[in-house]
């Protein structure tokens, strides 16, 4: 069974910075586009930040030029460098991953547990 396990989240003040990490273990399928997504209380769960297999990255526009995501295909790992953090980015954090099957005929997706991010102002 695949597993993402998402780390690194925790209580910040205004204006700090935190590493989010996610580790996809026990995948025999490449994986192709990675994200990270947030759930504030009450609310929806929204994207954040995208990144696909070749490196290439989308951003909500809240968080762009404070927040980068990464990958490391060899390890597969995926980041989410936070800076400047604001208290509306309080939330649970879930990693996403997608993977097609290798006939292309199917695609697997699965997420992660959430890490909790809390900002205080």
């Known amino acids: 069974q695949v597993q993402l396990v998402e780390s690194g989240g925790g209580l910040v003040q205004a204006g700090g910075s935190l590493r989010l990490s996610c580790v996809v273990s026990?995948?025999?399928?490449?994986?192709?586009?990675m994200a990270w997504y947030r759930q504030a209380p009450g609310k929806e769960r929204d994207l954040v930040a995208t990144i696909g297999s070749g490196g290439s990255t989308n951003y909500v526009d809240s968080v762009k030029g404070r927040f980068t995501i990464s990958r490391d295909n060899a390890k597969n790992t995926m980041y989410l460098q936070m800076i400047d953090l604001k208290p509306e980015d309080t939330a649970v954090y879930y990693c996403?991953?997608?993977?097609?099957?290798?006939?292309?005929?199917?695609?697997?997706?699965?997420w992660g547990q959430g890490t909790q991010v809390t900002v205080s102002s």
């Open positions: 996403y991953a997608n993977m097609p099957s290798s006939d292309g005929a199917t695609t697997y997706t699965y």
């Open positions: 026990r995948s025999n399928h490449r994986i192709s586009i």
